[in-house]
Nanobody, 120 residues
Framework: QVQLVESGGGLVQAGGSLRLSCAAS?????TSWFRQAPGKEREFVAA????????YNADSAKGRFTISRDNAKNTVYLQMNNLKPEDTAVYYCAAGRPAVVTDTRGYDYWGQGTQVTVSS
C-alpha cells in the first residue's frame, strides 16, 4: 500500500512561484499531479515515471510547471512558475500504474491535497 502526503501549498501573488512536494511511502510506477477548483472537475496537471525518464504535462502547465522526482527521498515535486489566478485549486498527488496518465480512474492512491491560492 502506498501513502502520499502533499505539502508546499499556500497563498502567492500572481507571477510568483511555488514548489509542491509529494512524499510517498512505497514504490510508485507513475506519480501525477491533479488539481480541482471549486465547482470544477479534477483535471490533470503533470505526470512522471518511476525512473523520471518519462514526463507528461497538460497544455496549461507547459512552459510554467515542471515535474521532477528524487527517488532517494521517494518524493515528487511540482515547480510552478508564473502563477496565475486561474491556477487556484486544491492540488492532489496520485500514484499508480495507469493505462492513461491523464485519467483519474487509473490511480489507486491519492494524497489529501494541498491548497494553492494565487491572488491578483
Amino acid at each position: 500500500q502506498v501513502q502520499l502526503v502533499e505539502s508546499g501549498g499556500g497563498l502567492v501573488q500572481a507571477g510568483g512561484s511555488l514548489r509542491l512536494s509529494c512524499a510517498a511511502s512505497g514504490r510508485t510506477w507513475y506519480t501525477s499531479w491533479f488539481r480541482q477548483a471549486p465547482g470544477k472537475e479534477r483535471e490533470f496537471v503533470a505526470a512522471i515515471s518511476w525512473t523520471g525518464s518519462n514526463t507528461y504535462n497538460a497544455d496549461s502547465a507547459k512552459g510554467r510547471f515542471t515535474i521532477s522526482r528524487d527517488n532517494a527521498k521517494n518524493t515528487v515535486y511540482l515547480q510552478m512558475n508564473n502563477l496565475k489566478p486561474e491556477d487556484t485549486a486544491v492540488y492532489y498527488c496520485a500514484a499508480g500504474r495507469p493505462a492513461v496518465v491523464t485519467d483519474t480512474r487509473g490511480y489507486d492512491y491519492w494524497g489529501q491535497g494541498t491548497q494553492v491560492t494565487v491572488s491578483s
